[in-house]
């Protein structure tokens, strides 16, 4: 008797210390991960003392400055383009590819013909706002009226909005590709970073839709979409802690 209460005792210890601990880390990922997005976005770009800072050296894209070395990579690119059966895309769009592909210019021409490949196969040029308009109400996704410190155009995506199943995934495609070429057009001169901003407050599996999250990675790390843009993203969350990991994962 004594050792099973011994025994029973030393369990309901540890079972405390480990909600404790349980506790603590939510504590821990909340203080550092849970941030209010649009308030606190739009304090930052109305303050005054408000300052541009560079995006991370690891980040950041090298400028075009037409060394020897980009032009000899910008008609290696060309030459290989004129034989793209997608189409033909113009000089400033080869330059940022080769400017992301750090002037390699096979890869370059990889990446570039799979965005237009893309593009074509899904008929992106022929997407019009009524298409989604019903999407778009939900508030799920839009483009900010205020651009960030940098100037950049800020995408706001709302994840507690977005319901798996309620729309088809081509029209979720379709809308992502319309509110991100309205910000490219928004760009301003000399930028090429788009800053989207993923809300993650009230996230629950409901709102994990894999299908849309994978196009997401596929847009974010292939350029699949865009022609000349780089989308910066960054997640501000209240939700449970293990939604946000498998998120960041993904």
């Known amino acids: 008797m004594a050792f099973s209460a011994a025994l029973g005792k030393s369990c309901h210890s540890t079972l405390l210390r480990r909600s404790s601990l349980q506790k603590t880390f939510k504590?821990?990922?909340a203080k550092h991960l849970s941030r209010p997005v649009v308030p606190r976005l739009d304090r930052r770009i109305h303050s005054k003392q408000a300052t541009a800072?560079?995006?991370?050296a690891s980040l950041a894209i090298p400028p075009w400055t037409d060394s020897e070395d980009q032009k000899q990579a910008l008609r290696q690119l060309q030459d290989k383009m004129n034989k793209c059966a997608y189409g033909q895309p113009d000089e400033d769009t080869l330059k940022w590819f080769l400017r992301d592909r750090k002037l390699d210019a096979d890869e370059a021409a990889?990446?570039?013909?799979?965005?237009?490949?893309w593009r074509q196969d899904f008929q992106a040029d022929s997407i019009t706002w009524g298409m989604v308009a019903k999407e778009a109400d939900t508030g799920k996704a839009y483009l900010h009226e205020h651009k960030d410190v940098n100037g950049q155009p800020v995408i706001v995506i709302r994840s507690s909005l977005h319901k798996t199943g309620e729309f088809s995934l081509d029209d979720s495609k379709r809308l992502c590709i319309l509110i991100l070429e309205k910000a490219l057009k928004q760009l301003p001169e000399g930028q090429d970073t788009v800053l989207g901003v993923f809300d993650l407050k009230g996230f629950k599996q409901k709102n994990g839709d894999l299908g849309f999250a994978g196009f997401l990675v596929s847009m974010l790390t292939m350029t699949a979409?865009?022609?000349s843009c780089c989308l910066q993203a960054t997640a501000c969350s209240d939700a449970d802690w293990?939604?946000?990991?498998?998120?960041?994962?993904?």
């Open 27 to 29: 504590q821990a990922s």
């Open 53 to 56: 800072t560079a995006p991370p």
């Open 110 to 117: 990889d990446k570039l013909t799979n965005m237009l490949k």
């Open 225 to 227: 979409v865009l022609e």
């Open 242 to 250: 293990i939604l946000l990991v498998i998120m960041c994962i993904l």
